[in-house]
């Protein structure tokens, strides 16, 4: 990607999605095509003079086009309108009335049945030569669905993810190159491993492995590492909820072995933790104390402000403390673990509300650990207000009853009862 592209707001949106100049025009071209029954002419040379700044204002064709890809307003995307804002350039009817700019440009869905229409356009509509603009199509689909894991957590988009997946699949075999082909594969591989999540972060365990083993096809199919990666971490996951504990630890070295793990610090930094947390389950404290301590290292290394595929998005420092705390409390230093969660809790954004009820579900039990039981029970009670009018993700059942059983063994009856009794229906019915 030129150095024009990451200084213009255009530039970043494609610098984030991995799209390249050509890729831009044939986009563009498709949309001006759908707009008007006529495909574009936009070139390569057109948008390097867009990201340049020597075209500041595009044709009005363009310009819905553009707005159409990004869903971003032309505004937005850096450029700079020609007089003042009644000699705008005009926009005749037939290159953009509002009737065809709604056509195009529909604002992001936040619920489940927004994004099955989204994923899912009239068939009649659809090109015979699929390009890039189902790539980014299908792009804000995954990124939609990512967007409403972190807010609620992962179940009930299964199905959902698995008809973006399918989705993918068929355009595959009408994609206009090579390139698209492997992205339109990249993009199932997404879907399905959002969809094996889904059930995953629901404690739905059954199933899984088949979408993962499914994913992980997909991922080779793409030439994806990043993917592969994304697979063997969700795979790690699985074996660790199955108590499965040295099959988690291969799964979690697999995901260090790959490619993108080798070269990508962020990555690294991800396998790392990963693989700590499987190795304390497993009972091997010293070697887990090491991955995290590698974890920490990889981080400090990394750029956070470079584009991340969606399903990479959420780590970060705040993660990192959270896969921390697990670690330290498993190993048996439970003042570490707690000292990590409020680290993790002080770093992580508004929009991880599951992340932060499952953070302070884990700060409950490192304070519990602690024998310090009147704020343990005091900090479990915020993961029911964190995920309030949400039904709380089966994982995150798991994680209170583990809560509950350890309250058990550790406070006087009357403290274990009453603290069942206040979120029996909350936590076991919700």
């Given at each position: 990607?030129?150095?024009?592209?990451?200084?213009?707001?255009?530039?970043?949106?494609?610098?984030?999605?991995?799209?390249?100049?050509?890729?831009?025009?044939?986009?563009?071209?498709?949309?001006?095509g759908r707009l008007t029954g006529r495909p574009g002419a936009t070139s390569e040379r057109t948008v390097y003079r867009w990201l340049s700044g020597q075209n500041r204002w595009p044709q009005a064709r363009q310009r819905l086009a553009l707005e159409a890809v990004?869903?971003?307003?032309?505004?937005?995307?850096?450029?700079?309108?020609?007089?003042?804002?009644?000699?705008?350039?005009?926009?005749?009817?037939?290159?953009?009335?509002?009737?065809?700019?709604?056509?195009?440009?529909?604002?992001?869905?936040?619920?489940?049945?927004?994004?099955?229409?989204?994923?899912?356009?009239?068939?009649?509509?659809?090109?015979?030569?699929?390009?890039?603009?189902?790539?980014?199509?299908?792009?804000?689909?995954?990124?939609?669905?990512?967007?409403?894991?972190?807010?609620?957590?992962?179940?009930?988009?299964?199905?959902?993810?698995?008809?973006?997946?399918?989705?993918?699949?068929?355009?595959?075999?009408?994609?206009?190159?090579?390139?698209?082909?492997?992205?339109?594969?990249?993009?199932?591989?997404?879907?399905?491993?959002?969809?094996?999540?889904?059930?995953?972060?629901?404690?739905?365990?059954?199933?899984?492995?088949?979408?993962?083993?499914?994913?992980?096809?997909?991922?080779?199919?793409?030439?994806?590492?990043?993917?592969?990666?994304?697979?063997?971490?969700?795979?790690?996951?699985?074996?660790?909820?199955?108590?499965?504990?040295?099959?988690?630890?291969?799964?979690?070295?697999?995901?260090?072995?790959?490619?993108?793990?080798?070269?990508?610090?962020?990555?690294?930094?991800?396998?790392?933790?990963?693989?700590?947390?499987?190795?304390?389950?497993?009972?091997?404290?010293?070697?887990?104390?090491?991955?995290?301590?590698?974890?920490?290292?990889?981080?400090?290394?990394?750029?956070?402000?470079?584009?991340?595929?969606?399903?990479?998005?959420?780590?970060?420092?705040?993660?990192?403390?959270?896969?921390?705390?697990?670690?330290?409390?498993?190993?048996?230093?439970?003042?570490?673990?707690e000292a990590a969660s409020h680290h993790a809790l002080a770093e992580l954004g508004p929009a991880y509300r599951r992340n932060r009820a499952h953070t302070l579900a884990r700060l409950a039990l490192a304070q519990l650990h602690q024998g310090d039981i009147?704020?343990?029970?005091?900090?479990?009670?915020?993961?029911?207000?964190?995920?309030?009018?949400?039904?709380?993700?089966?994982?995150?059942?798991?994680?209170?009853?583990?809560?509950?059983?350890?309250?058990?063994?550790?406070?006087?009856?009357?403290?274990?009862?009453?603290?069942?009794?206040?979120?029996?229906?909350?936590?076991?019915?919700?």
């Amino acid at each position: 990607m030129d150095t024009a592209q990451s200084d213009s707001p255009l530039g970043r949106w494609m610098s984030e999605r991995g799209m390249s100049v050509r890729e831009l025009a044939d986009a563009v071209n498709d949309a001006v095509g759908r707009l008007t029954g006529r495909p574009g002419a936009t070139s390569e040379r057109t948008v390097y003079r867009w990201l340049s700044g020597q075209n500041r204002w595009p044709q009005a064709r363009q310009r819905l086009a553009l707005e159409a890809v990004t869903g971003l307003s032309a505004v937005g995307l850096g450029f700079v309108p020609r007089g003042k804002p009644h000699d705008h350039d005009p926009v005749r009817p037939e290159e953009g009335s509002d009737v065809e700019r709604r056509r195009f440009l529909g604002a992001a869905a936040s619920t489940t049945a927004a994004v099955t229409i989204s994923l899912t356009p009239n068939a009649s509509a659809r090109p015979s030569r699929v390009g890039t603009a189902d790539v980014i199509r299908l792009r804000a689909g995954i990124e939609r669905l990512v967007a409403l894991d972190d807010e609620r957590g992962g179940h009930g988009l299964e199905h959902v993810a698995l008809a973006g997946a399918a989705e993918a699949l068929g355009l595959q075999e009408r994609a206009a190159t090579q390139r698209v082909r492997q992205r339109l594969f990249a993009l199932a591989t997404d879907y399905t491993a959002q969809a094996a999540w889904s059930r995953i972060d629901a404690g739905q365990l059954d199933g899984v492995e088949a979408r993962l083993e499914r994913a992980l096809t997909l991922a080779g199919l793409a030439q994806d590492s990043e993917r592969s990666m994304q697979v063997w971490n969700l795979r790690a996951m699985l074996a660790r909820q199955r108590r499965h504990h040295h099959e988690a630890v291969a799964a979690a070295e697999a995901g260090l072995a790959t490619a993108v793990a080798r070269r990508s610090p962020v990555h690294a930094s991800l396998a790392h933790a990963r693989t700590a947390v499987c190795l304390a389950h497993s009972g091997q404290a010293r070697p887990a104390l090491r991955h995290l301590a590698r974890a920490e290292d990889k981080l400090t290394k990394a750029d956070l402000r470079q584009p991340r595929a969606s399903w990479l998005v959420f780590y970060g420092p705040a993660e990192l403390h959270s896969l921390t705390a697990i670690v330290h409390d498993v190993v048996g230093r439970p003042a570490e673990a707690e000292a990590a969660s409020h680290h993790a809790l002080a770093e992580l954004g508004p929009a991880y509300r599951r992340n932060r009820a499952h953070t302070l579900a884990r700060l409950a039990l490192a304070q519990l650990h602690q024998g310090d039981i009147e704020q343990a029970c005091a900090t479990s009670g915020q993961v029911f207000d964190a995920m309030a009018g949400t039904v709380l993700p089966g994982r995150l059942r798991l994680l209170l009853g583990d809560f509950q059983r350890d309250l058990v063994a550790r406070a006087p009856r009357p403290m274990a009862h009453a603290w069942t009794d206040r979120y029996r229906t909350q936590w076991s019915g919700s």
